[in-house]
């Protein structure tokens, strides 16, 4: 699976879109982009994933560049409850096990 | 929606004693995953099952040892326990179709002293 690089912390505004950058610039072209966060030791919670095109789902929205080497996890409205460690994972869609690196820990502030 | 079940939630163990945490998956989930998170570290995959067949082995000692049983469910084994495996022990689940979206369990806080 291909490596990832994402900032280690990250703020933003409580009500603020926040966006969290992911490097993977040795993606092979059929790997996927997946993103899941864990807000304080609970089990890790998928958010979205992608391959070319750009997603969106009831909670966040996934853009992904035409080179697919990075991509953009955006929370449009944060709230504090989105305060939590978020993981960019590359990886093929078969019953493959995710690798976590280290994430960004996202702070929303009041 | 039901959600992943992982019992016990909490375990206290002494050094060399052996623990057993069990998960009970998604109704449907044919996949299992095990992964262990040491105090301040990321989650690491130790092992998984699809169909009731090893799929996919990481970083899991020999001391321990995991299984999925007839009904899906799955048991991760782990004897002669140091103090190094105090751990928060998450299982996964996931069905086997799509791109196979994993969905976590509240975790197994497992403290070795």
């Given at each position: ?110 | ?82 103090l190094g495996d105090s751990a928060l022990y998450f299982c996964a689940s996931a069905t086997g179709t799509g791109v196979y979206e994993q969905y976590f369990g509240p975790g197994t806080r497992l403290t070795v002293t």
């Open positions: 699976d291909a490596k990832t690089t994402q900032p280690p912390s990250m703020d933003c505004a409580e009500g603020r879109a926040a966006n969290l950058p992911c490097n993977h610039s040795t993606i092979s072209g059929n790997e996927y982009v997946y993103w899941y966060r864990q807000i304080h030791s609970q089990g890790p919670q998928y958010i979205i994933h992608g391959l070319k095109n750009n997603e969106t789902n009831e909670m966040a929205s996934l853009i992904i560049t035409e080179d697919r080497k990075s991509s953009t996890l955006i929370l449009p409205h944060a709230t504090l409850r989105d305060t939590a460690v978020y993981y960019c994972i590359v990886r093929l869609p078969l019953r493959r096990q995710l690798t976590f690196g280290s994430g960004t820990q996202l702070t929303v502030l009041p | 929606a039901a959600g992943v079940i992982q019992s016990p939630r909490h375990l206290i163990k002494e050094k060399r004693e052996t623990a057993t945490l069990k998960c009970y998956p998604i109704p449907r989930h044919d996949t299992v995953y095990w992964y262990q998170q040491g105090p301040g570290q990321d989650p690491q995959f130790l092992i998984s099952f699809y169909e009731k067949m090893q799929s996919d082995k990481g970083s899991i000692p020999d001391r321990f040892s995991a299984q999925q049983f007839s009904d899906y469910h799955s048991e991760l084994n782990m004897s002669s326990l140091e």
